[in-house]
């Protein structure tokens, strides 16, 4: 197994060009997943993608077709050949990554592809510096899956663990940035403890209580995941949509800058390596 | 002065036509503070009308037309003599308030008004059991005023009271509920002490992730509130719209859902005493 490095994200991006008529699965996300376990594409990857671990840094995006991407919210989504689609990939950095971006003509199980590498970004955490000026602009661009049980005090956990509600349809900004800085501490491996859980409760806390919304289009949106083994329709409901926010409070500003900046790399929430949480992220002034 | 007693609301209702055509105050809850305040109607509310006390226990109304409240959110609004408009007060029950419950043709300063009593709730706190099945339907029938440092730890208000976030436009379950509990304890006089800051705040953190949004439309909204000593324009922006949303877990719901009756009474959030935050709350199962 190679060694990923914390301190390095990588970001691919690729054009994908169907050679026939497809119908995609629901998550088109799942045409990328198949180019990597099939060593494709970035078999390195393989084992962090088939882990079963929470939390994982790793963002495998949905097929992009003229700025949307591609999933169905009921009706099964096709593309037709010679169509120029996107994808893209991030990943923490591991020595000879590089060697494993191929291009060419794949089988992917849903028909065959052109691939071709568009883009490669290689982005250094410590050249992240931060902002203190400015609102946050965050586009959901595909439907996020946050629990508002992130933002439990950790030493009620316990007490509801039997409690379930769910994932939010209005993220609040303190639930965002507790998401945010989560799929920041992705990056330095397991996250399931409890000082993770209690800081990122403080920081959504402070989020919502030193924040100002200053504005949003927001709507709930389910997407089918795929089909149970018993044939019947796994579906997840999350939001999409975008919202712009100010905290005036610039060393908290400083910090959530930086998370939010990760996430635009990362995706926010769950299901993040099937292409879901995928945020654009702006600094507007 | 009356004695207010804490443990019952009484909510009023009234029709009103103007005798001629008017244009209405910004806010035309004017209209209705200029009776209260001129001694035509429930005189004994004065000293809380016009006392400078923060969360008074005391909702005034805007005027209603065909269901929608007029208030100015830029252009001044304009009533014709005839037209059948209302609106209603709650207050904490007083002895002889019935007393002062007069029909007839009033001048309020903004044009004669003929003003009819069509509807009297007395409510018992007691009998309020609370409801432990179905669904909340907050809706936000005048922009409510939320501030979000309600939801700041009261350990750190000291340290942040300087930072001003201002009304939140986007309304986390925890800070509709923190605010429904405040109008509630607003009842029982004083509240502006650690103890009830910190109750508010254990109860948004609580709500807010331990309860599932349904759905929700909602929109930013500015209201002028009038005109400052220097003849400029005074807005506040909070929002409307309406939320459901469900607190999977009996015990807490069951509290909740009192708090929002009273809130279906007195409004929530700041500036009830000239008829923002009015809310319409079902329960919904």
Known sequence: MVEFFSEKIVKVEFSAVPESDVILPPLSSKVVKNLIL???LLPSLSSLVQSGMKNKPLFISNLGKNGFRLFSTGKPVSVKAGEILNFFISFPYYDGFFTELSSGSFETGYGKFFIELEQLEVIELSSIKGVSEGNFYVKFVTPALLSSKVLLPPSLKEKYKNVNPGYSLIPSVGLVVSYAYRVYRALYGNTSNMELDSKS?????????????????????TVVIGNDNKGRLRTSRGFVGWMEFDIP???LKKAISKYLIIASYLGIGKSRGI??????????S
């Open 38 to 40: 099939s060593s494709k």
């Open 201 to 221: 409760f403080r920081l959504g806390v402070l989020s919502n209580s030193l924040s100002r919304v200053i504005g949003y289009k927001l709507k709930p949106l």
């Open 249 to 251: 409070y610039k060393k």
């Open 275 to 284: 292409g879901l949480g995928e945020v654009v992220v702006k600094i507007k």
